[in-house]
């Protein structure tokens, strides 16, 4: 989903009653605190105009509700797209809801020369599924380093759930190069049957595909 694309999208004629108000700094960040959700996502996506609101943005972010009202947010999230953004979106990977932390991976995404300087230490923290959901964020950033991020956790990671959304990720971005880190992955968790289908997947995967090779 492309949430910058569908805030463009969106725009049915009778909200645009809800555009009549002020729309200076101060009169929308009144808005985004309007009971009417409408209200609240033209204030979004106009305050878009305002990058210097990105910290009241995300805020609102995380205690907002509504779906379209989300994406409103994350669309101008993106735009503004600064280091204030990427600080304050990366610790809703752990939201315990989990339409916000899908909507927040998508626009994480979209941002990654941004969140590479975070990523080696997205993929060391603790929490074994907070690992799982940075690697989600890998499978669409297009960034030229994430291969090699990814076989970092192939090769270190000792959780078996872990690894196998690497080298789920490694199928559609990985090269030649990977392959024998893939190959010696099952040995690390007793040959679990499991890994060894997921990795002789991968490797299926990437020889077949001959641009990456």
Known sequence: MSLI????????????????????????????????????????????????????????????????????????????????????????????DAALRNLVIEALQQLPEAVAPHMKEMLRDPDADYRIFSINVLDNLKHPQAPAWLQEVVEKDDNINVCAAAVEVLAEVGSAEVIPALSTLPERFDNDPFMEFCVQTAIRRIQGNGNRI
């Open 5 to 96: 694309k569908k805030s463009q999208d969106i725009s049915p004629p009778v909200l645009e009653e809800n555009r009549r108000t002020p729309r200076d700094r101060a009169g929308l960040l009144s808005q985004l605190e309007n009971d009417a959700p409408d209200i609240r996502r033209w204030a979004a996506l106009d305050l878009v105009e305002f990058p210097d609101t990105a910290e009241v943005l995300c805020a609102q972010l995380a205690q907002e509700t509504q779906t379209p009202v989300r994406e409103a947010l994350l669309t101008t999230l993106i735009k503004i797209g600064n280091p204030i953004v990427v600080n304050r979106l990366i610790p809703l990977l752990r939201s315990e």
